[in-house]
């Protein structure tokens, strides 16, 4: 979604660099290229005057200062830095948990933002920090809305508390009340509660909400988000925050192609935090909101914290001290192992998504290659390791033609496949001996196929920087020769 912005800022601050000294009309020209990069975004007009008058209001005094220094643009970028990170919220906030069990959170919004999916999502990153919530299903309006919240409770293995039929029918204040007296008996100590949607902000569906709120008087008021609605998205929050009230949003769909101006105005505007955000369709794609990795991965920064976060969760611990015993031990690296390698890779999700995390994602070499960076090979990949025995497994050596053969036609690949399969398997393994005895270096390594590969090195060399002396010619002459011997 930031990808445009992204790209804006870093031609911005390339030009800024190339200064050895900044002046005030550098400042100026390099704030009105953030401030047309802001506004291109879609993020409000007032919040992008703030932003831009801060920046000037910070770093103008300390320009003389700056100066002294040997990268003043770097100053100015971390100045940029603070401030993006002050309008996305400043500090992360979480979820206030209710002294006396259960919690009870209210999800409200406009319809199609996405509140009964998120609702599910809620529900599985609670659970797997140990909770145990419940889902009620308080929209009765829209067309089989209470059947959808049940098939995503069941795809999570999470009860739904629905007596009413929904479509139209039932009260959805008595099935809320209903609901959170029915968890507090069942002892689940969250409650989700999906409430209604409206096309619109209207008369109707303020009043319904607050029916909702006052009757079971939630810890948290969560205002549901479409990030590709825009600036209406905004002014809806705006207009339900000072008809109903909220604690808090959530941001679904950022992982749309839309602009984004929304994530950028809606906490300035509301003066509410974004706590969550939903980034694709999966109930695992949903995550804490944290404004100093977004504003990271804003500026070009990538987000290291949150790709490291999910490479520990996906990385079983007992796997992860198998392999590297393994490795220190001198044992070949099997393809039983980089299976297990391969699960966890998508247990982590879109490998597309992890990679651009990395730092220079959006730049453009490496924005091509993960544009051509196929998902799915992972699976293809997969699905030809499971085709070999245990004993082609340990041993790819033993793979000959026919062995070839049955394994691409077990997989649906072609025998090119599993040969060009076979021989980068060999040559990790020929890297990883050479990284056990300090001579090699990922330049060798070959990558998966579809994964971007890394540029070729030679490894280091004794003689880096001191080229061979020619030879000394030897003449003819038995004076001249004797000379140069001397």
């Known amino acids: 979604m930031f990808d445009s912005l992204s790209a804006k800022f870093s031609t911005a601050f390339a030009s800024l660099r190339g200064k050895g000294r900044i002046k005030a009309g550098d400042l100026d020209e390099i704030t009105s290229e953030i401030r047309s990069a802001l506004l291109d975004s879609d993020v409000a007009v007032s919040v992008v005057d703030t932003f831009i008058s801060q920046i000037k209001q910070r770093s103008l005094p300390l320009l003389d200062e700056l100066n002294k220094s040997t990268n003043p643009s770097q100053a100015i970028f971390n ?45 599985k990153f609670l659970k797997d920090q140990g909770n145990t ?8 309006a829209r067309p089989n809305a209470v059947t959808q919240l049940q098939l995503v409770g069941q795809s999570i293995s999470v009860p739904v508390f629905a007596p009413e039929p929904g479509n139209g029918n039932g009260d959805p204040i008595r099935v809320a009340k209903d609901g959170v007296r029915f968890a507090s008996e069942k002892l689940h100590n969250i409650v989700i509660v999906d409430t209604a949607g409206r096309l619109g902000i209207d008369a109707e569906l303020m009043a319904q909400a607050k029916r909702i709120r006052e009757a079971i008087n939630p810890d948290e008021v969560l205002y549901v988000v479409d990030a590709m609605v825009g600036q209406d998205a905004v002014r809806s929050a705006q207009a339900f925050d000072d008809g109903v009230g909220f604690d808090g949003v959530v941001l679904t769909k950022l992982d749309g192609d839309a602009r984004g101006g929304a994530a950028l105005s809606i906490t300035q505007v509301t003066k509410k935090p974004i706590m969550f955000a939903a980034t694709g369709e999966k109930v695992t794609d949903f995550d804490l909101f944290y404004p100093d990795r977004m504003a990271s991965r804003i500026l070009g920064l990538g987000d290291i914290q949150t790709l490291a976060e999910a490479t ?7 796997t992860a001290a198998k392999l590297e015993s393994k490795f220190a031990s001198g044992e070949d690296f099997t ?32 924005k091509k290659q993960l544009e051509q960076f196929d998902d799915s090979e992972l699976i293809r990949t997969q699905a030809i390791v499971q085709s070999m025995t245990p004993l082609e497994r340990r041993d790819p050596k033993v793979l000959n033609g026919s062995r070839r053969a049955r394994i691409a036609k077990g997989s649906g690949r072609a025998v090119s496949d599993v040969n060009s399969l076979v021989d980068r398997f060999s040559g990790a393994q020929k890297m990883m001996k050479q990284m056990r005895s300090g001579k090699g270096g990922l330049g060798n390594m070959q990558m998966p196929p579809g994964m971007p590969q890394f540029p070729p090195t030679t490894g280091p060399s004794l003689n880096k920087g001191h080229a061979p002396k020619a030879k000394k010619s030897r003449s003819g002459n038995p004076a001249k020769r004797a000379a140069e011997s001397s």
């Open 312 to 318: 520990k969760n996906a990385f079983d611990g007992d």
């Open 335 to 366: 393809l039983d192992d980089f299976l297990s390698q391969l699960e966890a890779m998508k247990k982590m999700g879109s490998m597309t998504k992890l990679l651009g995390m990395l730092p220079g994602a959006n730049s453009g070499a490496m």
């Open 133 to 140: 919530p419940i889902l009620v299903a308080c929209d009765l």
């Open 79 to 123: 100045i940029v830095n603070e401030e993006l990170v002050g309008i996305l919220g400043g500090t992360a906030r979480r979820i206030r948990y209710a002294k006396k069990a259960p919690t009870v959170i209210l999800l409200t919004g406009l319809q199609g933002a996405g509140k009964t999916s998120l609702a599910g999502k809620l529900a």
